[in-house]
């Protein structure tokens, strides 16, 4: 089992720059892959981006040029970095984590821990 705690959200103009971190508690976060979705007002839970346990990624073609994700198994850490933001990106961050699957996934139902969010807001 592994507890996961976003972390980086906060206001910034459009076409600025955040980082979201996400802390894992346990021994174990190597033989995890990691994910990263988000929620706008009024609308589902999306895809944003995904790593695997040997660091292949993948990305929502919203974010893709935009957005990377990283993995530090040493400090059991998951980032996001998020360049030239939009308004469009205003959500709740969420960071999850499955190893159900080899390859990364988009699918929500994959993953079975989450963190508590973290909201990042992006003004025009």
């Known amino acids: 089992q592994v507890q996961l705690e976003e972390s980086g959200g906060g206001l910034v103009q459009a076409g600025g720059s955040l980082r979201l971190s996400c802390a894992a508690s346990g021994r174990t976060f190597s033989s995890y892959a990691m994910g990263w979705f988000r929620q706008a007002p009024g609308k589902e839970r999306e895809f944003v981006a995904a790593i695997t346990r040997n660091g292949i990624t993948e990305y929502a073609d919203s974010v893709k040029g935009r957005f990377t994700i990283s993995r530090d198994n040493a400090k059991n850490t998951v980032a996001l970095q998020m360049n030239s933001l939009k308004p469009e990106d205003t959500a709740v961050y969420y960071c999850?984590?499955?190893?159900?699957?080899?390859?990364?996934?988009?699918?929500?139902?994959?993953?079975?821990?989450w963190g508590q969010g973290t909201q990042v807001t992006v003004s025009s």
């Open positions: 999850a984590a499955h190893r159900t699957v080899a390859g990364p996934s988009r699918k929500e139902d994959t993953y079975a821990y």
